[in-house]
Each structure stands twice: as structure tokens, then as C-alpha cells.
């Protein structure tokens, strides 16, 4: 009963008024770090649009097409399909039905529809971003128990690709890992993100393998022994969303349960979240004690965090 070293109790899981507060702000900043590329692109865009004195006109500055197929209302996604006369008629369609009736102040219009176009975009992004931001904080915490514990480790860069010592990297190379790797009393481990699990035929956040980082494969991944431990990680900490996000981890840690018992394996199973409400704790405190979980924490509470971090390192 690991968990019992930072939860007493369902009301220790909940995510108070002032951590969800914290977590909208943080993703607040992120939203305005990452938006800041874009207004960037509208100014520049802006400067050179402001060179013509009629919207048609816009049509003979190449440099700017990329721009106005997204004051078109063109996405990235979208601009693969329609193709070049597809993407022309888009931005005929803008210049003749929103930027001539502007008048003067067509360059603004056009400006404005960018921003609406592009912000779309940053809202994609931001959806993503909140399962990095998640995955990043762990990282983290992972890293300063070992270096903590005094344990030698290795984490997989950015790019997939490198395993490099944890000890030759900076704070941020280490939150952008792809993965971790450690050994200890009881053997090699090495953890990654979103690994498909071919016994269960899906993707699962959390995956901690018996072996050490560099024999890590199909090999690996095929033999049921090679599960130490698996998780479920929500980071999302809006509360109108955590009752969705605990039953899509609740099943899938329910499925990985059922598929490994199946062969006579148990693997752990963990669940890290941001947004817990009062029901929600109630039933992953059940689990915790039901031994169907064998460890949980609150992702706003460091010190969960921690505690959990240490059972992971050492298991």
C-alpha cells in the first residue's frame, strides 16, 4: 500500500478551488507564450499588406500567399486537399466578399481573418499541449527523485532517437524526455510515454519495462514479464472534464487488468490526474484500496507527486 505514504484518505485526491485556479493560469501563460509566433506573423503580414492600395492587389505579393489562404479561412490541414485552384478560389472568395467591402480598411480585415484562422490553430495546439505539460512536470519529478536517490539514469531525447545521462543535461532536456531509464535494487527499468501495447491493442500513457534502455523493442514489448508497471496520466485540469477523463482511464486500466490477468501476469497499475472531483476521489480511493489500483496522486499536489515518484523509481 505505497499510496498510503501521501493519502489517507478520498479527500486527499481532490483538486481544490486554488490548484485548479493555478492550473488555469499556468495553461494561461502557455496559451500567450505560444500565441506570441502568431502575432509576430499578423504584424508582418500587416506591414506588408499595408504596400498595396487595393485589395486585388494583395493577389501580386507572392510573399504573402501563405498568409492570405489563412485570412481565407484555409487551414494547414485543409490547404493539402483543396489543391492550388482550390486555395485560389479561397482566396478570390476573401478578397472580393470580406476585404473589398472593408474599404480603406481592408488591410485590418484581412489581419483580423489571419488571426481568427491561426487561432484556431494555437487551439489544436493547446490540446496537445496539455498532456506535454503533464508528461513534462513528471519528467521532472521522476529525475529529481533519482538524482535524490543517487541513482545513475539515462532519459530519451526530444527526438526519439538518443538515450544521454541525465547528468550531462539541463533541467529542460530532461522535461522534454521521451523517456527514462534506471537500475535498481531489483533490476534495469526504463519508462516511456504512449506505447502501444500489443496485448491490449491500444496506446497506454505510461509503460515501465523490465529491461535496460538500449534493449528496448518488439521483443520487449512482447513478452508479458516485461511489464513492470502501467499508467494512465490526465493532465487536463478543467473540473467539467474530469468525470470523462477518469472513465477513459478508468477503462483503459481496467482492459490492461483483464487482458494480462487473462495470462496469469499483474502488472502495476497507477493513475496520475489533475482534475479530481469529490465522486471521482471516492472511486479511485475504492480502487486504491480494493488493490485493483496500487498507486494514484493528484497532479497539482507536489508532494503526491513526489511519493509516487519514489514508488516508481524503486519497484
Known sequence: MSFANHLKSAKDLVTSYEETRAGFISLALERNKRSTPFIDEARALQARAQTVKKPQDLLRLNDIRSGLISAAGVSDKAAGHLGEEGIDEAIKGLIETFLEPAGPKFVEELVFRYLLTRGDTLGGTMRNIIGFLAQRKLNTAIAAALKI?????????????????????????????????????????????????????????????????????EKILALNDSFVALGELKGGID?????????????????????????????????????????????????????????????????????????????
Open 149 to 217: 536517490a543517487g541513482v545513475t539514469s539515462f532519459f530519451l531525447g526530444a527526438g526519439g532517437k538518443n538515450w544521454s545521462n541525465t547528468a550531462d543535461a539541463d533541467q529542460d532536456e530532461i522535461a522534454l524526455a521521451k523517456g527514462l531509464s534506471w537500475t535498481v535494487g531489483a533490476g534495469k527499468r526504463t519508462l516511456l510515454y504512449n506505447i502501444k501495447v500489443p496485448q491490449i491493442g491500444s496506446n497506454v500513457d505510461l509503460c515501465l519495462f523490465n529491461c535496460e534502455c538500449k534493449s528496448y523493442g
Open 239 to 315: 473540473p467539467a472534464g474530469a468525470d470523462e477523463h477518469w472513465k477513459t482511464a478508468r477503462s483503459a486500466l481496467m482492459r490492461i487488468r483483464n487482458n494480462f490477468s487473462s495470462q496469469k501476469r499483474n502488472p502495476l497499475l497507477f493513475f496520475i490526474g489533475a482534475a479530481i472531483e469529490q465522486r471521482m476521489g471516492s472511486e479511485i480511493w475504492s480502487e486504491l484500496q480494493s488493490g485493483q489500483l496500487n498507486n494514484a496522486a493528484n497532479l497539482t499536489k507536489p508532494i503526491q507527486v513526489a511519493s509516487l515518484c519514489n514508488w516508481l523509481i524503486t519497484i
